[in-house]
């Protein structure tokens, strides 16, 4: 029944957050959810990319990976699903528990990503746990910035 219960709701957030289709792609025009502030600093370094990346596009990107820093900090999980991007709820395949160690250890982690690469349509990331470094990436999906490959 939970099972179940997980389907109908990634399905109908699929259906509301336009996972169907992409259309109108515009990057300066990011929807993020507001949350409380946190102490998030996406710093940059960037590495390789498109020089035609513009600082909105950027900003907007890193905007994205700060809100779902703190939606995951603060168990908001219709900002952290608002903020997939569809490939990563297409993917799930358990329910998602935003109050646990691993949970807040990895909205920490992102609240100190660093952005090493990007380009006009995915922007990538870095972050650390325990040590360790890791890698993400967003995307731009029907005009938004969205988080991907965590």
């Known amino acids: 029944m939970k099972k179940m219960l997980f389907i109908l709701l990634a399905g109908s957030i699929l259906l509301s957050s336009g996972c169907i289709s992409s259309k109108n792609q515009n990057p ?3 929807s993020v959810p507001q ?3 946190t102490t998030t600093t996406i710093k940059t370094i960037v590495i390789s990319g498109d020089k ?3 600082a909105d596009e950027t900003n907007a990107s890193s905007q994205a990976v700060k809100a779902f820093s703190d939606a995951i900090l603060t168990g908001n999980k219709t900002v952290f699903f608002d903020l997939l991007s569809c ?3 297409q993917n799930m395949r358990e329910e998602i528990d935003l109050s646990g160690e691993g949970a807040q250890k990895l ?3 992102l609240s100190n990503a660093t952005l090493i690469v990007k380009y006009q349509n995915k922007m990538g990331y870095q972050y650390e746990i325990d040590g360790a470094t890791n890698s993400f990436y967003t995307v731009l999906e029907n005009g938004s910035w969205k988080i991907d490959g965590i």
Do not use: E, R, S
């Open 28 to 30: 300066t025009t990011n």
């Open 35 to 37: 949350l409380n502030p």
């Open 87 to 89: 490939a990563m709820i």
């Open 52 to 54: 035609n990346v513009t």
């Open 107 to 109: 909205g920490k982690g």
